[in-house]
Structures are given as structure tokens and as C-alpha cells.
């Protein structure tokens, strides 16, 4: 409880920035598709090239966590989170010409991963240590939270007053609420000493250990073997969703269930991650998703089996964060925690860019995602199984 008492704050401001920092795009980007569609005339192959162009903006990562290591995350954070509402507002007020628009969506990426995980879980893990996993879910089910109730709320607001005013709205819920819960609830976690686990892997191996180590790459293979099957198929959520025989608005509630999976699954598992053995906890909640997958691969015209497809989908992409935080913070310390957090996430977009691209362009190919949807099943078995070979320092008797 003394962590609780210390901390609860920056949870709360956590999920609050969370929930409206650039993460939030990611997940209502569909929404805007069809509407730019009608006005464009680009095929879905093309959305997801632009929606790739992100993956290499965020490669930018480690110098973001480099900069929250060095001079604090709340300072930086802000800042992201400050760009990110002035990039939406010029999105929303420029023409759309593909050249201009592919370099508004690249700068989203470069700027917007301030204000992603590497933040939140930054600010997070410094003030627990016992209840890290449940501290970490808490702190991302606010962007959970969020894609729960916006999507409906954001397509209406799309339908009837068009998709500028769509990136408006995501400007306002930065500068109103993500903003002020950066400057007034998050705080900078204490110096504190190395403990003697990470004294002595300091001594033995040097201070910046990671490039050398086994559970380093184990890490990042799970990362991309999550983020090309989840990252696809949330880039086209709405098309692939009115392709299963849904209507738009339902599309909307599909994102919903998602979502609702997603914030079961951080709970969930980041209860489990301080009360079981980590990689097992991580096996299990990596296979969910394709249960999902298997779902939408053999079904179709079935609005219950869509809806809970994609809410088996979304209970990994939530179990994600807490996963790939956890275990860095778990195996590498603190002190580099920014820098290294931020390496795994050039590897997570990486298959992210693997993802958006396949995702449309099988489509293209093939007319249907089906062949995505099985090949999807693979890549989460082979994440999983990646999990479980990843050495953790031993903190505490696992049951």
C-alpha cells in the first residue's frame, strides 16, 4: 500500500495523458478512412502505406526515452504532448495533397512517440516495484477507456461534421485534459540507487548491457510477432469489420469491443504479472488473440462472432504494454529503462510496418484479409513461445 500511497497520482495522470496522446489516433484512424476515401479516391493498399510512413517517424524512440532518462519524462512528455495537438489542428485545416499529408503523417510518428507507452511506463515504474504490473495496467487503461467510448462519439462527430473536425476533437482532448494531467498529476520518480542485482550486472557486464543479451532480443522478436497481426488489422479495423457484413456504425462498436478486450486484458494481466510467473502469464494472454483470429478467419456475416473476434484480439494488444514494460523494467533496471524500452519499440514498429503494409496489400491482392487472418494465427504462436525463454532476475517466489 505505501507504493499506492506514493504513486497513485502519477497512475492517474498516467492514464488520463495516455488516453489522449497519439495512441488514441492509432486506434480511431479507421474511422477517418472511409470519409478520406470518398474524398481522396485511395485504395486501402495506399491508407496503409501512409499509415506505414508512421512506423519510421517513431523510430525516434530511443532517442525520446535517451531524453526522459536524461533530462525527466514529464518535461518531455508535455512537450510531445503539446506538438502532437498542434500537428492535428494543421491535419485538419491543410489540403489534402499525398505528398503534404504523407509528411504530416510522418511527423505524427516522430512526434507523437513522446507521447506513447514509453511514457507512461516510464513515469510508472519508478514509483513501484511489488505492484508494477498491476500499476502498469492501471496507468494504460486509459487509452482503453477512451477507444471504448470515442470511437461511436468520434464517428458521428466524422459523419455529420466531416473528418476535420474529427482531428479537432483528438487537438481539444490533448490540450484540455492529456496535457494539464502531465503538469499536474505525474511526477518524476525519485533518484533511488541501483539495487544490488543491477550493481552487480553493472560491475560484470558494463552499463548499457542490453545489445549483448539474449532476453533483450527475445523481447523484441515477441514485440514484432505481436505487432504485425494486431497492428494490421487495428490500422483497417472499420473495412475489415463492414467486409465481415457490418455496417459503419457497427464498424464503430467493433473498435468498442476491441477496446473492452483490450482493457480487460491489462487488467487482468497485470494482476497476474505480480501474482504468477511472468512468462507463462505472457504465453497465455500472447494465444488469446488468435483464438480471435481464427474466429474472423472462418466466420462471416456474424455480428456477435466479429465483436467477440475482435475483443479476443483486443485483450493481447491491452496485456501488450504491461508485458513488454514489465519485463524490460524487470530484467534491465531503471536507469536506462527509457533508452532501452524505446530500442524495443523501434522493433515493435518495425512490425507494425510489416503489418499496416501486408494488411492492405493482401487485401489489394487478394480481395479479402482471410489470408491475413491465418498467417496472423502463426505469428501470435510464435510470439508466444518466445516469451517463455526470456530470464528474468529472480525478485520474489512465483507460485
Known amino acids: 500500500m505505501e507504493e499506492w500511497r506514493r504513486g497513485w497520482r502519477t497512475v492517474l495522470g498516467a492514464a488520463l495523458a495516455a488516453a489522449t496522446g497519439v495512441n488514441l489516433l492509432y486506434f480511431v484512424f479507421s474511422l477517418f478512412i472511409p470519409h478520406l476515401q470518398k474524398e481522396t479516391g485511395w485504395t486501402l493498399g495506399e491508407f496503409s502505406q501512409l499509415q506505414a510512413i508512421v512506423g519510421i517517424g517513431s523510430l525516434a524512440a530511443p532517442l525520446a526515452g535517451w531524453a526522459m532518462d536524461r533530462y525527466g519524462c514529464r518535461r ?8 502532437i495537438a498542434l500537428l492535428y489542428l494543421v491535419v485538419g485545416l491543410s489540403p489534402v495533397i ?24 516510464r513515469a510508472v515504474n519508478g514509483w513501484f516495484f511489488q505492484q508494477r504490473g498491476l500499476a502498469l495496467a492501471f496507468s494504460a487503461t486509459g ?13 458521428r462527430v466524422i459523419t455529420l461534421e466531416g473528418w476535420r473536425t474529427g482531428y ?15 503538469l499536474f498529476l505525474v511526477q518524476d520518480a525519485p533518484a533511488r540507487a541501483p539495487d ?8 560484470e557486464v558494463g552499463p548499457d548491457p542490453f545489445w549483448r543479451s539474449g532476453a533483450f532480443w527475445l523481447i523484441a522478436a515477441s514485440y514484432v510477432g505481436i505487432n504485425i497481426p494486431t497492428s494490421g488489422m487495428l490500422s483497417q479495423m472499420a473495412p475489415m469489420m463492414l467486409e465481415e457484413g457490418l455496417t459503419l456504425a457497427q464498424a464503430a462498436f467493433g473498435i468498442s469491443a476491441y477496446a473492452a478486450g483490450q482493457f480487460f486484458g491489462r487488467l487482468a494481466c497485470g494482476w497476474l504479472l505480480d ?8 504465453f497465455f494472454f500472447t494465444l488469446v488473440p488468435a483464438i480471435g483470429c481464427i474466429i474472423l478467419w472462418q466466420t462471416q456475416n456474424h455480428y456477435a462472432a466479429a465483436l467477440l473476434a475482435v475483443a479476443a484480439i483486443g485483450v493481447q494488444q491491452g496485456a ?8 524490460v523494467a524487470s530484467r534491465f533496471g531503471l536507469d536506462r529503462y527509457g533508452s532501452i524500452y524505446g530500442w524495443t519499440q523501434v522493433a515493435g514498429w518495425m512490425g507494425t510496418l510489416c503489418g499496416v503494409l501486408l494488411f492492405g496489400k493482401i487485401h489489394d491482392w487478394t480481395g479479402s484479409y482471410s489470408l491475413f487472418q491465418a498467417g496472423a494465427v502463426v505469428s501470435y504462436v510464435l510470439a508466444a513461445v518466445a ?3 526470456v530470464r528474468l532476475n529472480p525478485q520474489r517466489v512465483f507460485t
Not at 518531455?76 to 506538438?83: E, L, R, T
Not at 487537438?171 to 496535457?179: D, K, N, T, V
Open 143 to 155: 487509452i482503453s477507456l477512451a477507444a471504448i467510448f470515442l470511437p461511436p462519439l468520434l464517428e
Open 275 to 282: 501474482r504468477v510467473h511472468p512468462q507463462r502469464t505472457a
Open 98 to 121: 499525398p505528398a503534404l499529408f504523407g509528411a504530416m503523417v510522418f511527423a505524427t510518428g516522430l512526434i507523437g512517440v513522446a507521447t506513447t507507452s514509453i511514457s507512461y511506463t
Open 168 to 182: 479537432f476533437m483528438l487537438a481539444a482532448l490533448a490540450l484540455l485534459i492529456g496535457l494539464p494531467s502531465i
Open 76 to 83: 518531455i512528455w508535455a512537450g510531445g504532448m503539446v506538438a
Open 196 to 203: 544490488h542485482e543491477e550493481a552487480r550486472r553493472i560491475a
Open 387 to 389: 516469451f517463455l525463454f
Open 320 to 327: 501488450e504494454i504491461d508485458l513488454v514494460a514489465y519485463f
